[in-house]
């Protein structure tokens, strides 16, 4: 639940905790590093441009690492792009977060096998937290994929660790086939 | 029908084009192959590729001015390496030709046209890149698209990949 539909009275005073409000403001502002590799990454302009509007979640590409505290790695990732995936990784400041787009990036895609240039998953080289699958996904996917980074940034607290808060976030997590059973019994299909 | 007597018409431009270098230089190049899609010669004597090449652009009845491709192959059941190319001939005639080079899969290395195709330039250091062949007279022959410290020549058939790149993984 959001911390706005909790309904404020009282002289606009509100009670809740530092986590509640730090989490909500951090999540509430994910800037993504502004920076595509492969075709993936036209998927992730068009979620950025009007017709998906990432704006409306306040997620906002940011051309500096500096920046960001996202970075979607969209697209394939090359032996020679590798190296410098790491640098800008590491000039984002903490707290950060990876969302690897698409199959190349999450283990090599189309060039698993023949393309000896590739790397086969980003996450030979940095720390991922969320995957999306597909070549390329759609924007709905993605758009998925930055909300399960919100989930996952909800379920931080002061005091532990990254590993904890994605070990909570994969207890929440739902069977899809059983969601998409449901919708397609209740369109009838 | 219409466009096979159009293909023939072009084979036959290409055979007249042929039949001029081939006036001049003899036995240093092959037999023409009437091939349809691209008529082709190879370049026996190799060391002459670089005179042929001028000789090709410069002569007032072939203007062979537009390299537009350059090719490697891997021969590896001759022992051989080669290169490709297809000239056209743009605002003068329509002559196509391609021409086929090849030097010893070992140590073996070609001439190089750069300086007669600044086209050419480009496409030799990708056929060094991934084929390892050497170009001899090329101004700046080194790795195009592979960094500059990868090891083997990716396109060569019996390419194996390196384990290791900078510490990171290669292979899946
Ligand atoms: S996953 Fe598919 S769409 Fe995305 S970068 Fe790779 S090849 Fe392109």
Redesign the pocket.
Known sequence: MGLLDAGITKHNMLITSVDNVLNWARLSSLWPMGFG?????I?MMATNASNYDLERFGIFPRSSPRQSDLMIV???VTMKMAERVIRLYEQMPEPRYVLS??????CG???WEHGYHVLKGVDRIIPVDVYVP????RPESLIGGLMKIQELIRMEQIGISRADALKKLSEKSVDPQFIIERERKAVGA | MEEGKVISQLVQESAAAYSIIHEKFGSAISDFDANGTMPFFEVVDTSRWTEIALFMRDHPRLKFNYMACLSGVDYPAEGKLGIVCNFESLTHFHHKLAVKVKCARDGGSLQSVALVWHTANWHEREAYDMFGILFTGHPELKRILCPDDWVGYPLRKDYKVQDQYHGIKVPY
């Open positions: 590799l492969a075709c993936c990454a998927e969209a697209g394939t787009m698409g199959s190349c990036s999450n895609g189309p060039y597909g070549c390329p996904p």
